[in-house]
């Protein structure tokens, strides 16, 4: 008879070892995070591939970089004042002019009719003018021929009556003879009167004719020499000695009038015209100063004109040198300035860098004391230029701050520098 072997049971089988071993292992990394403070989110990265910039404080000046244009100092558009045909061309683009120098000449017909019939209509009333004239000269020599016998008869008669008053008074004449003296001598008088006033009235409405046909023919003179300065305008000349930039015109090519032909640049000196982006426009005032290099360099401009209109996002300014111009910048050069939105101040700075396009200024990695470990930091920013940001919040002089790009690096909330 046999008899069957009881088996012990074993009391800690491989699979109860099993979970107590994880689960012991899962409390110690959980022990290990607390302790170590290695709950947030790490990355290693090389140490060599980051930019790391020290915060200072030092003088802070806001610039903003443009881009300028050399220009000639005053440049002057040549434009047609009357309309015509390009007739006549007296100097090429690219020449040199001097102030009144003839550069091209129109052909306007209808000015040229218009100033031949004006000039025949003058020269009609001229003559009118001058016909009249005559004629009233010959009728004041009428009037006063006709006044000379009216006197004379009148005094004839005078003396004829003045004798007759004696006779009758000495009775050797009779009565109706005196009075028929003194009835002609009465007549003649009046008549005088009479013929002297009709006379004025006619000598006042004739120098009133003539007074008009001079008025008449004065207007027609100043007419004329409007046509005359419109025929002359046909000759476009040089305003100003310089430079014959550009023209714009081919015989026999029609011109309106005010239309742009051409362009004269003054070469006495230079000026910059800059385009600025328009979120600055307020910013930028007359007086500010921006410098750029030259040769090895610097020279400084001044902002003396500031064009408020905007174009496309961006309105323009003038600069002109200050002290001196570059020798040997010429025309249609291009200039990187810095201009200055700002005077100097001391500030709290921080290099520029690649973080700012993913943090956009609000946070940043500073790097600890052993600079090995790397916190992401919340901070504030204000002004700034292209070396340097203002810090207003969240940084300290002399820490130190990965100024890199952070696009690799996530929402990670440190770094460990390797």
């Given at each position: 008879?046999?008899?069957?072997?009881?088996?012990?049971?074993?009391?800690?089988?491989?699979?109860?070892?099993?979970?107590?071993?994880?689960?012991?292992?899962?409390?110690i990394v959980v022990v290990y995070m607390l302790i170590f403070g290695v709950s947030k989110s790490?990355?290693?990265?090389?140490?060599?591939?980051?930019?790391?910039?020290?915060?200072?404080?030092?003088?802070?000046?806001?610039?903003?970089?443009?881009?300028?244009?050399?220009?000639?100092?005053?440049?002057?558009?040549?434009?047609?004042?009357?309309?015509?045909?390009?007739?006549?061309?007296?100097?090429?683009?690219?020449?040199?002019?001097?102030?009144?120098?003839?550069?091209?000449?129109?052909?306007?017909?209808?000015?040229?009719?218009?100033?031949?019939?004006?000039?025949?209509?003058?020269?009609?009333?001229?003559?009118?003018?001058?016909?009249?004239?005559?004629?009233?000269?010959?009728?004041?020599?009428?009037?006063?021929?006709?006044?000379?016998?009216?006197?004379?008869?009148?005094?004839?008669?005078?003396?004829?009556?003045?004798?007759?008053?004696?006779?009758?008074?000495?009775?050797?004449?009779?009565?109706?003879?005196?009075?028929?003296?003194?009835?002609?001598?009465?007549?003649?008088?009046?008549?005088?009167?009479?013929?002297?006033?009709?006379?004025?009235?006619?000598?006042?409405?004739?120098?009133?004719?003539?007074?008009?046909?001079?008025?008449?023919?004065?207007?027609?003179?100043?007419?004329?020499?409007?046509?005359?300065?419109?025929?002359?305008?046909?000759?476009?000349?040089?305003?100003?000695?310089?430079?014959?930039?550009?023209?714009?015109?081919?015989?026999?090519?029609?011109?309106?009038?005010?239309?742009?032909?051409?362009?004269?640049?003054?070469?006495?000196?230079?000026?910059?015209?800059?385009?600025?982006?328009?979120?600055?426009?307020?910013?930028?005032?007359?007086?500010?100063?921006?410098?750029?290099?030259?040769?090895?360099?610097?020279?400084?401009?001044?902002?003396?004109?500031?064009?408020?209109?905007?174009?496309?996002?961006?309105?323009?300014?003038?600069?002109?040198?200050?002290?001196?111009?570059?020798?040997?910048?010429?025309?249609?050069?291009?200039?990187?300035?810095?201009?200055?939105?700002?005077?100097?101040?001391?500030?709290?700075?921080?290099?520029?860098?690649?973080?700012?396009?993913t943090t956009g200024g609000n946070w940043v990695y500073?790097?600890?004391?052993?600079?090995?470990?790397?916190?992401?930091?919340?901070?504030?920013?204000?002004?700034?230029?292209?070396?340097?940001?203002?810090?207003?919040?969240?940084?300290?002089?002399?820490?130190?701050?990965?100024?890199?790009?952070?696009?690799?690096?996530?929402?990670?909330?440190?770094?460990?520098?390797?």
């Amino acid at each position: 008879m046999s008899m069957d072997k009881k088996i012990k049971k074993k009391k800690w089988p491989p699979k109860k070892i099993a979970t107590f071993a994880a689960s012991g292992l899962f409390v110690i990394v959980v022990v290990y995070m607390l302790i170590f403070g290695v709950s947030k989110s790490s990355l290693n990265v090389r140490a060599e591939r980051l930019t790391v910039s020290t915060v200072r404080r030092g003088p802070f000046q806001e610039f903003i970089p443009i881009m300028g244009n050399v220009l000639p100092i005053y440049q002057f558009y040549l434009s047609a004042e009357e309309g015509g045909t390009v007739e006549e061309i007296y100097i090429e683009a690219g020449n040199v002019v001097e102030k009144g120098d003839r550069i091209l000449k129109l052909a306007n017909t209808d000015l040229l009719i218009n100033s031949m019939w004006r000039e025949a209509e003058l020269f009609q009333q001229v003559n009118n003018l001058r016909n009249t004239r005559l004629e009233m000269e010959r009728y004041r020599l009428q009037l006063s021929q006709e006044l000379i016998t009216i006197d004379n008869n009148l005094q004839q008669q005078k003396r004829k009556y003045e004798r007759y008053i004696k006779l009758y008074e000495d009775d050797l004449i009779p009565q109706h003879e005196f009075e028929l003296a003194r009835d002609q001598y009465e007549y003649l008088k009046k008549s005088r009167e009479l013929t002297v006033e009709s006379q004025k009235k006619d000598l006042e409405f004739r120098e009133n004719q003539v007074k008009a046909l001079e008025d008449q023919v004065e207007r027609m003179q100043g007419n004329m020499e409007i046509i005359q300065n419109r025929l002359k305008k046909l000759t476009i000349r040089a305003p100003v000695s310089g430079h014959l930039t550009s023209l714009d015109a081919e015989i026999g090519q029609s011109k309106s009038g005010g239309q742009n032909i051409g362009q004269i640049d003054v070469l006495d000196g230079f000026r910059v015209r800059s385009q600025i982006d328009e979120h600055y426009i307020a910013r930028v005032e007359v007086g500010r100063s921006g410098e750029f290099e030259f040769a090895g360099q610097e020279y400084i401009l001044k902002v003396t004109k500031k064009y408020p209109e905007v174009r496309e996002g961006r309105f323009e300014v003038d600069m002109e040198f200050i002290d001196e111009e570059p020798e040997g910048i010429t025309r249609g050069q291009t200039l990187h300035i810095r201009l200055e939105l700002g005077d100097i101040s001391e500030a709290l700075l921080l290099p520029r860098g690649g973080f700012y396009q993913t943090t956009g200024g609000n946070w940043v990695y500073v790097v600890d004391e052993s600079e090995n470990i790397a916190v992401k930091r919340r901070i504030k920013l204000g002004r700034q230029n292209p070396d340097v940001y203002e810090v207003l919040e969240g940084l300290e002089p002399g820490e130190k701050v990965i100024t890199s790009s952070y696009e690799s690096f996530g929402d990670m909330e440190r770094l460990v520098l390797k």
